[in-house]
């Protein structure tokens, strides 16, 4: 029925599983990154505030549908397990907590429309604790500071930045669309706003040729922004992308598992961040899964357990699947 039809975005943040997803914009406005995959052959649109004010008004109907079946079938106290029976994941709790802002950059949009659905998220759900969303560090990097803290205090409160690289050669051969001081420019105003920032960097985006100018870059960016969230998202080829056909005329050349632990330890070493440094929320980081920790505090058990690794890179399970050696 229509007055519970909602959109859905095809992609989220794994943090963002349990959320509520509104998608208030479609696909990505740069769509040019040569590692990405993900909207190929997706025109990037705005949608109308009021249409997606609908589409949360028919979120509410769905929840109090939910609601109400619980109450009926005697599992009124239990509504989360109800509504997770039905597929409705973001009811887990039996309220909405958390709402993420999908597509890939939402706060692209004019910033007094987006105050307004952030507002009317918390409007129509009281009992929200979190709203969050896809950010470009250029787009950032633009908003002003007004702008910036207009967002934060309409509820915006967490932003999930694709850095990659901090290294302006790669990013440029990746087609990122952002220069390094951009990055940094636009995570820093985050940071100073208020926002909770998590920055998104890719293991073997430089494969073996510029491994160490990505470390050093990275590296570079991220302590000039101190993100609350640094997380591992290592690089695959993905096929049929751009890279992939630099892959495959033997342009680049992709990182062995030990190159990678090499990476990820000299990452390490280099940051200067009070951040939380995360590998374990994604399977793409399995041959470190375990390496996570509060910097500067936990960097000794962090390289301790990279040595490890890099102790005995031939018997770590399902690393050999992803890259070649």
Request: proline residues 5%.
């Amino acid at each position: 029925m229509r007055e519970y039809y909602y959109e859905q975005p095809p992609y989220r943040p794994p943090t963002e599983a349990y959320s509520m997803l509104v998608r208030v914009t479609r696909n990505c406005p740069w769509n040019k990154c040569e590692f990405c995959s993900m909207y190929k052959g997706s025109k990037f649109e705005l949608r109308p505030v009021e249409e997606v004010k609908e589409d949360i008004r028919a979120m509410s109907r769905v929840a109090e549908t939910i609601r109400q079946h619980a109450w009926k079938i005697g599992y009124g106290d239990q509504v989360g397990t109800v509504a997770r029976a039905n597929g409705i994941l973001w009811l887990n709790d039996g309220v909405v907590k958390h709402v993420f802002l999908a597509d890939s950059n939402s706060v692209i949009i004019k910033t007094p429309d987006l105050v307004e659905v952030v507002r009317f998220i918390y409007e129509t759900f009281p009992t929200v604790e979190r709203v969050t969303s896809y950010a470009r560090g250029k787009t950032l990097a633009k908003k002003t500071p007004e702008e910036m803290r207009m967002l934060r205090e309409a509820g915006l409160t967490r932003l999930h930045i694709g850095l990659e690289t901090g290294d302006d050669e790669l990013l440029l051969y990746v087609q990122k669309g952002a220069t390094a001081e951009e990055m940094i420019a636009g995570g820093r105003k985050a940071v100073e706003a208020g926002f909770e920032v998590s920055e998104y960097v890719m293991p073997g985006l430089g494969g073996r040729e510029r491994w160490e100018q990505h470390v050093r870059g990275t590296a570079r960016v991220l302590n000039g922004v101190n993100p609350h969230f640094i997380r591992m998202r290592t690089f695959g080829v993905a096929p049929g992308t751009p890279i992939d056909e630099k892959y495959q005329r033997g342009e680049f050349t992709m990182q062995s598992t030990e190159g990678l632990l090499t990476e990820v330890r000299a990452l390490v070493e280099a940051l200067d961040v009070t951040s939380e440094f995360v590998v374990s929320d994604h399977v793409m980081n399995r041959y470190m899964w375990g390496a996570d920790g509060k910097l500067p505090h936990d960097r000794p058990k962090m390289l301790d357990t990279i040595d490890g690794f890099l102790g005995n890179v031939n018997t770590i399970p399902g690393a050999e699947f992803r890259f070649a050696e």
